[in-house]
């Protein structure tokens, strides 16, 4: 089943435990001391309660798609996972994965040094142009392969973005038999 991510993901950004947490207990303070609050204020609560119920299942959605991508890319779960950690921390490569999850398309919202996920994506494709003609286990077949390698390099370039852009920029994508 196909789980919209998209919606909690910009709503909340981020998943805040500890916000979580004080909430549900000031809710359990309310009704223990007895005290009255306003309802309004109650719904307020609870509606950050839910939404953040519903950012966490995104969130555990998106990790499992990252780590379906990794299984059919050929690469290890702990590569998969260790990817999906660094996306986590990337408020923009998260907002990214959720859009792709939920429509098959690139937002293209979210740049490094200048660079978009399409950009490292096609950068890829044309910097292993050479590997074109070869049999199916390239790249070329190998959607999630391209995806994940993608999301992993602008998640470098966020670190370091100076090597990437020195490449991007140098390189024509013609393979040396064409040059």
């Known amino acids: 089943m196909h789980v919209c991510v998209c919606t909690h993901v910009f709503a909340l950004k981020r998943l805040n435990t500890g916000t979580y947490r004080k ?60 990817l999906w950690q660094g996306i986590r921390q990337s408020e923009g490569l998260l907002q990214e994965l959720a859009y792709y999850h939920d429509y098959g398309k690139f937002l293209c919202r979210y740049r490094v040094a200048g660079y978009t996920l399409a950009d490292a994506l096609v950068w890829q494709v044309d910097h292993f142009k050479l590997y074109m003609d070869r049999p199916e286990e390239m ?17 470098q370039m966020e670190r370091d973005p100076l090597p990437f852009v020195k ?7 013609q393979d040396a038999a064409n040059g």
Request: hydrophobic share 35%; aromatic share 4%; no cysteine.
């Open 23 to 82: 909430i549900v207990g000031k809710l359990a303070g309310v009704r223990q001391a007895g005290r009255k609050s306003s309802l309004l204020d109650i719904e307020r609560r609870v509606s950050v309660v839910n939404q953040e119920e519903k950012l966490e299942e995104a969130l555990h959605t998106l990790q499992e798609y990252v780590l379906a991508l990794a299984g059919q890319a050929g690469e290890t779960e702990a590569y998969g996972e260790k």
């Open 139 to 155: 790249n070329r077949y190998r959607t999630p392969r391209l995806l994940l390698s993608a999301f992993d390099t602008l998640l």
């Open 167 to 173: 490449k991007m920029e140098g390189e024509s994508g």
